[in-house]
C-alpha cells in the first residue's frame, strides 16, 4: 500500500502499483502525519491489488506486520475504511472474501465495489454517520 495523495482529506488515495512505490520509512511518515489530524479518513484505491505488495521482501513485511500491530487501536478509530474500486467481477469476489483477513489485520473494514460511483456513495455514507 502506498499512500498517493491526501489533498481531498479526508479522502486519501492509495496505490498498490509498482510505479507509485515507496519507502517505508516515507509511508508511515504519511501514515504518522494522518493520524495526527485526529479525524476519521477513508483510505480509495483501484486496479490489482497484490502486484507491487507480493514483491516486498520478508523484512519489510515483518515491519509493516509490526507498525500495524503498534498502531491497530488508531488505525481502528480514525481509518473509517479502505473502499476498493474493482470493476471485474471474479476479482471483485476474491477480494471480498480477503476483506475478513484484512479487517482483522488492519484494524479498518476493506469494501470492495465495481465503480468510482459506488465509492462515492459509501464515502458518502462513512463520513456522515
Do not use: C
Not at 6 to 34: G, M, R
Not at 64 to 84: G, Q, T
Amino acid at each position: 500500500m502506498f499512500i498517493t495523495n491526501t489533498n481531498h482529506f479526508p479522502i486519501v488515495n492509495i496505490s498498490y502499483q509498482a510505479e507509485d512505490k515507496q519507502s517505508l520509512e516515507d509511508l508511515f511518515e504519511k501514515f504518522n502525519t494522518l493520524l495526527e489530524y485526529k479525524r476519521k479518513f477513508v483510505f480509495i484505491s483501484e486496479g490489482p491489488m497484490n502486484k507491487a505488495e507480493s514483491e516486498n521482501d520478508h523484512e519489510s513485511r515483518k515491519k509493516v506486520s509490526l507498525w500495524v500491530k503498534n498502531n491497530r487501536h488508531i488505525l481502528s478509530e480514525f481509518v473509517l475504511a479502505l473502499i476498493h474500486i474493482e470493476p471485474d467481477a471474479d476479482q471483485r469476489a476474491k477480494l471480498e472474501q480477503f476483506s475478513t483477513v484484512y479487517a482483522q489485520f488492519s484494524g479498518y473494514p476493506l469494501y470492495v465495489v465495481s465503480s468510482q460511483e459506488q465509492a462515492d456513495k459509501l464515502i458518502h455514507q462513512l463520513l456522515n454517520k
